[in-house]
């Protein structure tokens, strides 16, 4: 039954499921890490939700679990460099920001309106994606300020004042 060639060696996958794994050096990354923390910590607050009387509550990690995983997906597998037309540090620090405030909301909702401990239980978890959101959201912060100082180089500011020179403002 087992062919003694491949006996004892592993098996890749198929080329079409080799497109679907993530890649191993991405999860290395802080970037990767970060991800990977905000959508285990979403699923996990979507679960406590699911089983608490804050059920109307669940949407919130629901989304941002879906985000998180498609944002995970798409760094991971490279689409971000494949997708030019969208700038994915800007589209990440709106994604970052919108969460980390939405679950700050809903994890102070939580804890103020009822009283199971499913429900506590999801808004500690929910305070702890806000401080993960946040933590993203400043180091994805710190790569737009970069991109916009380096916008603003010498070089740039020059080809921008002779377009400004060469542009006919008297032709009224």
């Not at 995970?72 to 597998?77: I, W």
Request: aromatic share 14%.
């Amino acid at each position: 039954m087992d062919d003694p060639e491949t006996a004892g060696q592993t098996r890749a996958p198929p080329p079409a499921l080799a497109a679907l794994i993530p890649g191993k050096e991405f999860l290395s990354t802080r970037k990767g890490q970060l991800l990977l923390g905000e959508w285990v910590v979403s699923f996990l607050t979507f679960i406590c939700y699911v089983a608490s009387s804050a059920v109307a509550l669940m949407t919130v990690p629901l989304i941002e679990f879906l985000w998180a995983l498609f944002t995970f997906y798409a760094y991971s597998s490279k689409l971000n460099e494949q997708l030019k037309g969208i700038y994915w540090p800007l589209l990440d620090f709106v994604r970052c920001v919108t969460a980390a405030i939405i679950y700050f909301v809903v994890s102070l909702v939580a804890v103020s309106n009822y009283t199971c401990a499913a429900s506590k239980a999801a808004a500690v978890l929910g305070f702890i994606a806000t401080i993960i959101f946040a933590f993203d959201f400043y180091l994805t912060f710190n790569d737009l300020t970069k991109f916009l100082k380096k916008d603003d180089s010498p070089e740039n500011a020059e080809t921008r004042k002779s377009e400004g020179e060469d542009s006919d403002s008297d032709s009224d």
